[in-house]
Structure formats: structure tokens, C-alpha cells
């Protein structure tokens, strides 16, 4: 039967023993593979197959649904295709979009049906190559990815698994409950700026615990001068706080007795305050309860504790950033996932015309997003990163503005980071001092 000689390959067989060159990769593609490109959807995906010459096998491109009885009815079509054609082998690839393909691949995989990834605007630019029209459906999309597919131009796909796939769901969750409180706040300041826009210098920190509480319970100025001094701090005596909150009682009671908020539309606004402030609190818990699991997922992490001796980088930095990069035995070296993060560099020259070296933007923007927030602290806090932003930003030959000091920083704590996960040494300030070439240095230790 033929698929029990079938075997999926993985970026563990492909990735882990050296780089997966596009040799290797044309080489991965044999003449006996039937090559599937599929459109993925939310509800419907589409596929077509061709050989390894181009030449197309299937009438037309089949639809499946995104379900188990969809994915069986597409490999039972494939199955069919490879066995007229004499294929032993059948690879799907597939232009990632969203989430919606992290199911089928993993089932194809399970299934012993190769799974590979097409960049999407590599698709967005051959569309034309097919049929000279600017068309891009979901019925012509499949063979220009089967078409990238031969020529050898995709990637293994990367699903974290394990304790790398918490990590990665717990960091997201982390950024959404984290969005989700700042669009309260913002949601709060607006009422408290229509009804009590004095509510600045009265409570200080909008977010603050004794803020918060009194919000609930007497949001606007005629309310808190109902309950009075007494009143407020027995609000917070109720509610256990402890601290300097109390001295701000009186401060409070002033402000509102001299407020010029709006006097219209207070009972819907006072609901509405209560809602924002209680959705702030039960958010900044779930924060701390999910940080905290962070931070324990990351100490299993080999090696990791080791980063956080650099100055400069906590424990949220490092969650995020280990969340993002995943496993790093898939990389053989840090350019690679300098290239991942879109950090890698890029330039448009021709001729005489030489253009202007930028960053890519392309790749995982929270990974670049974490190292960019670790280069910042890390010049915040770390003497010896200081001393490097300095050289950069002032050195004689080729002086970078500060934006471009902190991108090279951040590539370079990429390569620390990534040194100290591969060998578990420690971090040394000073060997990273040493390893920054400056000529005037090498030019007085000729002398």
C-alpha cells in the first residue's frame, strides 16, 4: 500500500543538522513526490498537485473543507493522484495565513504527508508568471505555490511544541490582557475628564489601588463630597489598603467641591467608570497571575537564568523574547534568527546607485519588538551598553543616529543571547567590550 512507505520530514530532520540550503531544499524535492500547493481559508482550503517538472496532475483545484472529514476527503485525493502517477512521496505546501493552518499541517504531518511554507509575497509577485493576469483566487493560488514549491523557494514550518508552545500562548495572552487594560484606562480618563477633570491632581495615578477603589464607589465630585474625608478613607479601610493613600483624602474632598465637570448624563457615566475600574482590577490580576507562570516556564528553559545577569534585561523581557524565538536548536546560528525577527539588513543598489542599508521589517514583529525593548533597558542600565551606544552614536567613521545605535545593539544582544542558550557560559561585560573592533584601538596597540 502506499502510504505505508510514505514518512513526513520534519525541521528536525531538515533544520537541525547544518543550514537547509536551497541545494538541499531542490534535492528535498525528488521525481517521485507529488507536489500539493494549497490555498488555505477559514472555512475552505484548496489544493492542486503537480509533478516535479511543473507539469500539473490534478483537473482542477479540489476544495475541502477545514474539518476531519475535509482533511480525510483531501488525502484520499492525494493518495489517488499519487498512486496513478507512481509518486511514493506527497509534500503540501502552503502560504501561511493566520492561524488556519496550524491544524491541517499538524494533521498532515501525523499522517505521513510532508508539510512546507511559502513566503506570501513570493506568491503575491509570481502571480503573474502563471497566465500574464494580474487574478489571484483561491483556485489559481494553489499552483503558484506548487510551482514555488519544486523550484525549491519555501521553509519548514515551525509549530512550538511543549513547553515552548506555553510560553508562546501565555506571552500572547500576556499582550492582549495587556491591550485590554490600556483600553480601559484610556476608556476611564475619558470619563473622568468629561465629569471631574480635576481628577488629575486629585488621585494622581488613575490606575493606582486607592484610585480605583474610590472610583467604584464614588467616581465624580458630587459623590465624594457626599461621603466626605471619613467616608473615603473608610472605603479604603474595607478594602485593606495600606499605605500613604490615606493623606490624600483631604486633597480629594477639595478638588471636588471645586469642580466644573459636566453636570448631564452623570448616572451613565458613574455606571460606566464603575465597569472600567473593576475590568482594570481584574485585569492587573490576571497580569500578575500570568507573568508569574511566564517567568517559572522560562527558569526550565536551559541555560536561560544566564541572561538575566545582563543588565538591564527582566524577567518580562526574556519571556517575551524566549516566547518568540522558540527553539533555538533549530537555528544554526544567530543571523538566522536575526533574519526571523526582521532585523536583518537590507539595501537597494545598482550600478553607480548605491542605496540606503535599512532593516527588513520582515519576520515575527514581536520578536523584533521584545529585542528592540531589551537593547533600550540594556543601555538604560548596563554601564557596558552604554559605553557602546556612546562609540556608536559619536565614533569619527560612520557615526549612527541613536534609533540605528539601538538596532545594532539589539542585533548584537541577539548573538549574546543566543551564545549563552547554545553553551550555557556565563555573560562577561568586558568580553563584549573586547569584541567590538574600534580602529582608533587597534591603531594605538600598534603603535
Same mark, same amino acid.
Given at each position: 500500500?502506499?502510504? $505505508?512507505?510514505?514518512?513526513?520530514?520534519?525541521?528536525?530532520?531538515?533544520?537541525?543538522?547544518?543550514?537547509?540550503?536551497?541545494?538541499?531544499?531542490?534535492?528535498?524535492? #525528488?521525481?517521485?513526490? +507529488?507536489?500539493?500547493?494549497?490555498?488555505?481559508?477559514? $472555512?475552505?482550503?484548496?489544493?492542486?498537485?503537480?509533478?516535479?517538472?511543473?507539469?500539473?496532475?490534478?483537473?482542477?483545484?479540489?476544495?475541502? #473543507?477545514? #474539518? %476531519? @472529514?475535509? /482533511?480525510? %476527503?483531501?488525502?484520499?485525493?492525494?493518495?489517488?493522484? &499519487?498512486?496513478?502517477?507512481?509518486?511514493?512521496?506527497?509534500?503540501?505546501?502552503?502560504?501561511?495565513?493566520?492561524?488556519?493552518?496550524?491544524?491541517?499541517?499538524?494533521?498532515?504531518?501525523?499522517?505521513?504527508? %510532508?508539510?512546507?511554507?511559502?513566503?506570501?509575497?513570493?506568491?503575491?509577485?509570481?502571480? $503573474?508568471?502563471?497566465?500574464?493576469?494580474?487574478?489571484?483566487?483561491?483556485?489559481?493560488?494553489?499552483?503558484?505555490?506548487?510551482? +514555488?514549491?519544486?523550484?525549491?523557494?519555501?521553509?519548514?514550518?515551525?509549530?512550538?511544541?511543549? *513547553?515552548?508552545?506555553?510560553? =508562546?500562548?501565555?506571552?500572547?495572552? =500576556?499582550?492582549?490582557?495587556?491591550?485590554?487594560?490600556?483600553?480601559?484606562?484610556?476608556?476611564?480618563?475619558?470619563?473622568?475628564?468629561?465629569?471631574?477633570?480635576?481628577?488629575?491632581?486629585?488621585?494622581?495615578?488613575?490606575?493606582?489601588?486607592?484610585?480605583?477603589?474610590?472610583?467604584?464607589?464614588?467616581?465624580?465630585?458630587?459623590?465624594?463630597?457626599?461621603?466626605?474625608?471619613?467616608?473615603? !478613607?473608610?472605603?479604603?479601610?474595607?478594602?485593606?489598603?495600606?499605605?500613604?493613600?490615606?493623606?490624600?483624602?483631604?486633597?480629594?474632598?477639595?478638588?471636588?467641591?471645586?469642580?466644573?465637570?459636566?453636570?448631564?448624563?452623570?448616572?451613565?457615566?458613574?455606571?460606566?467608570?464603575?465597569?472600567?475600574?473593576?475590568?482594570?482590577?481584574?485585569?492587573?490580576?490576571?497580569?500578575?497571575?500570568? @507573568? &508569574?507562570?511566564?517567568?517559572?516556564?522560562?527558569?526550565?528553559?536551559?541555560?536561560?537564568?544566564?541572561?538575566?545577569?545582563?543588565?538591564?534585561?527582566?524577567?518580562?523581557? *526574556?519571556?517575551?523574547?524566549?516566547?518568540?524565538?522558540?527553539?533555538?536548536?533549530? /537555528?544554526?546560528?544567530?543571523?538566522?534568527?536575526?533574519?526571523?525577527?526582521? +532585523?536583518?539588513?537590507?539595501?537597494?543598489?545598482?550600478?553607480?546607485? !548605491?542605496?540606503?542599508?535599512?532593516?527588513?521589517?520582515?519576520?515575527?514583529?514581536?520578536?523584533?519588538?521584545?529585542?528592540?525593548?531589551?537593547?533600550?533597558?540594556?543601555?538604560?542600565?548596563?554601564?557596558?551598553?552604554? $559605553? *557602546?551606544?556612546?562609540?556608536?552614536?559619536?565614533?569619527?567613521?560612520?557615526?549612527?543616529?541613536?534609533?540605528?545605535? *539601538?538596532?545594532?545593539?539589539?542585533?548584537?544582544?541577539?548573538?549574546?543571547?543566543?551564545?549563552?542558550?547554545?553553551?550555557?557560559?556565563?555573560?562577561?561585560?568586558?568580553?563584549?567590550?573586547?569584541?567590538? !573592533?574600534?580602529?582608533?584601538?587597534?591603531?594605538?596597540?600598534?603603535?
Amino acid at each position: 500500500m502506499l502510504q $505505508e512507505g510514505m514518512k513526513a520530514a520534519t525541521w528536525r530532520e531538515l533544520e537541525t543538522n547544518g543550514k537547509f540550503t536551497k541545494n538541499d531544499k531542490l534535492t528535498f524535492i #525528488s521525481d517521485d513526490m +507529488l507536489i500539493i500547493g494549497c490555498d488555505i481559508g477559514s $472555512e475552505m482550503h484548496y489544493v492542486r498537485a503537480i509533478d516535479s517538472r511543473g507539469r500539473e496532475l490534478s483537473q482542477d483545484a479540489f476544495p475541502f #473543507s477545514n #474539518s %476531519s @472529514e475535509g /482533511f480525510q %476527503s483531501a488525502k484520499a485525493w492525494a493518495l489517488e493522484l &499519487a498512486a496513478a502517477n507512481d509518486k511514493h512521496q506527497i509534500v503540501l505546501g502552503l502560504e501561511p495565513t493566520g492561524h488556519y493552518w496550524f491544524c491541517l499541517a499538524a494533521w498532515m504531518v501525523s499522517n505521513d504527508i %510532508s508539510v512546507v511554507q511559502v513566503n506570501p509575497y513570493a506568491v503575491k509577485q509570481t502571480k $503573474e508568471l502563471e497566465d500574464n493576469s494580474q487574478r489571484k483566487d483561491d483556485r489559481k493560488d494553489p499552483k503558484l505555490i506548487a510551482n +514555488l514549491v519544486k523550484d525549491g523557494n519555501y521553509g519548514m514550518p515551525y509549530l512550538p511544541e511543549g *513547553l515552548y508552545a506555553d510560553l =508562546r500562548r501565555l506571552s500572547m495572552l =500576556r499582550d492582549q490582557l495587556t491591550e485590554d487594560r490600556i483600553r480601559n484606562i484610556n476608556r476611564l480618563h475619558r470619563e473622568m475628564k468629561i465629569y471631574f477633570p480635576e481628577y488629575r491632581d486629585a488621585f494622581g495615578k488613575l490606575d493606582g489601588a486607592f484610585t480605583l477603589e474610590a472610583l467604584k464607589a464614588a467616581p465624580f465630585p458630587e459623590d465624594i463630597v457626599r461621603l466626605g474625608v471619613d467616608g473615603l !478613607k473608610d472605603i479604603w479601610h474595607r478594602a485593606k489598603l495600606r499605605g500613604r493613600g490615606y493623606s490624600k483624602a483631604d486633597q480629594i474632598v477639595q478638588y471636588a467641591k471645586e469642580s466644573i465637570g459636566l453636570e448631564h448624563g452623570r448616572a451613565g457615566g458613574r455606571k460606566a467608570v464603575k465597569i472600567f475600574a473593576e475590568q482594570i482590577e481584574s485585569l492587573s490580576e490576571a497580569l500578575e497571575e500570568i @507573568e &508569574a507562570e511566564l517567568h517559572q516556564k522560562c527558569r526550565e528553559i536551559p541555560y536561560a537564568e544566564n541572561i538575566l545577569e545582563i543588565r538591564g534585561i527582566g524577567e518580562n523581557i *526574556l519571556a517575551g523574547i524566549l516566547a518568540e524565538m522558540g527553539d533555538i536548536t533549530r /537555528f544554526d546560528d544567530a543571523s538566522e534568527i536575526q533574519k526571523l525577527s526582521g +532585523l536583518g539588513l537590507v539595501a537597494c543598489s545598482s550600478g553607480k546607485h !548605491k542605496g540606503e542599508t535599512k532593516i527588513s521589517h520582515r519576520g515575527r514583529k514581536r520578536l523584533r519588538y521584545w529585542l528592540f525593548q531589551a537593547a533600550k533597558s540594556a543601555v538604560s542600565h548596563g554601564e557596558e551598553f552604554k $559605553e *557602546l551606544h556612546a562609540h556608536y552614536t559619536t565614533r569619527k567613521d560612520n557615526p549612527l543616529k541613536k534609533m540605528q545605535s *539601538l538596532i545594532v545593539i539589539a542585533c548584537k544582544l541577539l548573538r549574546i543571547i543566543f551564545t549563552l542558550l547554545r553553551t550555557g557560559c556565563r555573560y562577561d561585560p568586558m568580553k563584549m567590550l573586547r569584541d567590538i !573592533k574600534r580602529p582608533e584601538r587597534a591603531a594605538a596597540q600598534a603603535a
